[in-house]
């Protein structure tokens, strides 16, 4: 299954998933886009930064809608961050509306949370490593498993607590029962499936508002319902650091680590064993799972969260044990292995010949503006190794080769061209109209334009601030005509002027019409001629056959007289 995809119509390669990507998980190789899965940590911040909605993540919201028309019964597990998720004061009113969509039992992920802290306790008392990081976030797991393998020993080989929870509710409502899990990660939908038979399906808050929405269900409609079961308050707790109580018996200090960039740190300062008796949270999202990727887009901030979660928990005091049930005979142990992928580096000259190819040939030469998604150019170029983006996609040698390319076209073609601004001074002229126009070959930027051309045409194109294409005109000093075209630019305000010497064409029309006038001449004294003459055969042949007819008429008289005598008549 793939867990992201492109949408190839809507990605126009502004690489903004690559720039905000931590482990540049994405390949753009000759206008192909594709997520690398084996870097790929399924943190979802591509699919969170995308402008034009080019990534999708696996859904599973239909195959959730056949279930509840198809199936017994369909239990959710909520995230702790739900009271955070949505727009209203009343946050059990959302169980109502799970209850509302079909689904049978509603229950806190926080039940699976608290079974997970008396799991990590029981691991910490007899830990023999030096530092200990909570399994809690999956794509922090993957990150781990991809990029620092040799750390797999310092992770407690526990289960996440939306696995605790689906385990438990199986084993509660029986094994028939489809568990679906509801929050605001977008790697949970990986580790179910990695993880099968836990969890038979993954929402986030987001698919789960716009299914309210769609179902046309107000959340403030409603009224508040209490989940079927409940957790304790310190399950409740979770998204704000509830984990911190699980090393207070233990000779390890609690340490929160969230955000890609301080999970980083905190691993290569593992690494190379900088610390020791450290009880690490690692989370790869900024503010943990209270600050997901997958909220509803209802422009909450993560400090209104906060709040939220802070205000629910409060009134949930009142009414909520800070103890739980506990489940025992569960075993919610799990085992983690070396996802690091091994590729063959390449050498640093390798590296500079491919840079050579887009005009980088040495380290001065190196921006490393990030404009095309990766850190430096020596990234760029290991990327480009591996086959994962195309060395010509950088915004430097193509800006270069763009004015570069200018350059050869504006220095070599045989228009006359011509900027001008308003005050009708010379900006630029290229070597043609040089040549055309200022023999003396001066230096004539600043210049007025009419020292050398009537400047009421682009006095036209100013004052409409449109466009004339088109344009003949005869320059009587020069013996020249030119086709010209004027064209407005109005963020800078200046007019470019094209000018097409057509000269030699106009010269040519000029001897063809002579041409066609003497050829009409001859051709009109010829037909006159032929006219005479015709004429003056008609006139014989009219002559000819007069006499020719009084004639036949004389001989036919005589016939006729001689047949009267011959018969006595």
Not at 132 to 141: D, E
Not at 165 to 193: D, Q, R, W
Request: proline share 3%; aromatic share 10%; hydrophobic share 35%.
């Amino acid at each position: 299954m793939k867990f992201i995809d492109f949408d190839k119509e809507k990605c126009d390669e502004c690489f903004k998933c690559l720039r905000a990507c931590p482990t540049k998980a994405i390949s753009f190789n000759h206008h192909n886009r594709k997520i690398i899965d084996d870097m790929c940590i399924k943190c979802g911040v591509c699919q969170q930064v995308c402008p034009q909605d080019a990534l999708a993540i696996h859904s599973d919201v239909e195959k959730v809608k056949h279930m509840i028309n198809t199936t017994d019964r369909v239990a959710v597990s909520l995230a702790p961050s739900f009271a955070s998720a949505f727009k209203t004061k009343k946050p059990l009113n959302i169980v109502t509306a799970l209850k509302f969509l079909g689904f049978d039992i509603v229950e806190e992920t926080g039940i699976g949370a608290d079974e997970i802290s008396r799991k990590y306790n029981e691991q910490i008392q007899n830990w023999t490593q030096s530092n200990a990081i909570t399994t809690c976030c999956p794509a922090a797991n993957y990150f781990v498993e991809m990029y620092y393998p040799e750390q797999i020993s310092t992770m407690l080989p526990v289960v996440s607590p939306m696995l605790a929870h689906g385990k438990i509710m199986k084993k509660k409502y029986g094994e028939n029962t489809k568990v679906i899990f509801i929050g605001p990660c977008l790697a949970k939908k990986a580790e179910s499936k990695e993880m099968s038979g836990y969890i038979d399906g993954v929402l986030t808050f987001h698919e789960l508002y716009k299914w309210f929405l769609d179902s046309n269900i107000l959340l403030d409609n409603l009224s508040p319902s209490e989940f079927d079961r409940s957790t304790s308050i310190h399950g409740k707790k979770y998204p704000l650091g509830a984990i911190s109580s699980c090393g207070k018996d233990s000779n390890f200090e609690y340490i929160k680590v969230h955000g890609f960039n301080q999970c980083r740190e905190m691993m290569d300062d593992l690494k190379e064993d900088k610390f020791s008796n450290l009880l690490i949270e690692l989370n790869i999202c900024k503010g943990s799972c209270i600050n997901g990727p997958d909220y509803p887009d209802n422009n909450t901030s993560y400090f209104e969260k906060i709040e939220k979660m802070k205000v629910y928990i409060d009134k949930s005091t009142k009414n909520n044990s800070n103890e739980s049930e506990i489940h025992h005979n569960f075993n919610f142990d799990r085992s983690f292995k070396n996802k690091m992928i091994i590729k063959d580096p390449p050498t640093i000259n390798e590296l500079k010949d491919i840079l050579k190819r887009i005009d980088k040939f040495d380290e001065k030469d190196y921006l490393n503006c990030g404009a095309c998604g990766y850190k430096s150019c020596i990234d760029k170029a290991e990327a480009c190794f591996y086959g994962f983006s195309d060395i010509s996609m950088c915004m430097p040698y193509l800006r270069s080769k763009a004015e570069s390319m200018q350059s050869i076209i504006f220095e070599n073609t045989p228009n006359l061209i011509l900027i001008i601004d308003r005050e009708m001074n010379i900006l630029d002229y290229n070597p043609a109209f040089n040549k055309m126009f200022n023999k003396n070959n001066l230096n004539i930027k600043d210049y007025n334009v009419g020292n050398y051309i009537n400047d009421d045409i682009f006095k036209r194109v100013f004052d409409s601030k449109g466009n004339i294409t088109g344009l003949k005109e005869r320059f009587k000093e020069i013996d020249k005509v030119f086709f010209i075209n004027l064209i407005y630019i109005e963020s800078d305000d200046v007019v470019v002027s094209i000018m097409t010497d057509i000269t030699t064409n106009e010269k040519n029309k000029e001897e063809l019409s002579i041409v066609k006038g003497q050829t009409l001449k001859v051709c009109q004294e010829v037909i006159n001629k032929q006219m005479r003459a015709a004429q003056e055969i008609a006139s014989l042949l009219g002559e000819t056959t007069a006499e020719t007819k009084v004639n036949l008429n004389k001989l036919k008289n005589i016939v006729l007289e001689e047949d009267t005598d011959e018969n006595g008549v």
